[in-house]
């Protein structure tokens, strides 16, 4: 199993990115995919999911409106939209599959991937 992300980077207040995790070794589309995050000394901490199903996504409030979560299954991966970036949202980023849910849950992920780090600075 394997889970890459992508997309990360340095990036101006009020900037987007586009992070990409691609995924291989099981069945993509039965698995709900996460983004979490990650700040040095901070508690790893949820950012978005998908369902595997019909798409029903969830965010953290901290996110919503600026934070889209998407995902294409012929492609196997999984993407997060980033627009009006903060300085608090610099952290290390992750995605991560889960096949129970639910999906705010750190615990109900089986799969993680090594991480992209964004970084949000003037």
């Known amino acids: 199993v394997q889970l890459v992300e992508s997309g990360g980077g340095l990036v101006q207040p009020g900037g987007s990115l586009r992070l990409s995790c691609a995924a291989s070794?099981?069945?993509?589309?039965?698995?709900?995919m996460g983004w979490f995050r990650q700040a040095p000394g901070k508690e790893r901490e949820f950012v978005a999911a998908i369902s595997w199903s019909n798409g029903n996504r969830y965010y953290a409030d901290s996110v919503k409106g600026r934070f889209t979560i998407s995902r294409d299954n012929a492609k196997n991966t999984v993407y997060l939209q980033m627009n009006s970036l903060k300085p608090e949202d610099t952290a290390v980023y992750y995605c991560?599959?889960?096949?129970?849910?639910?999906?705010?849950?750190?615990?109900?992920?089986?799969?993680w991937g090594q991480g992209t780090q964004v970084t949000v600075s003037s």
């Open positions: 991560a599959a889960s096949n129970t849910g639910p999906f705010p849950q750190v615990d109900a992920y089986a799969y």
């Open positions: 070794g099981f069945t993509f589309r039965n698995y709900g």
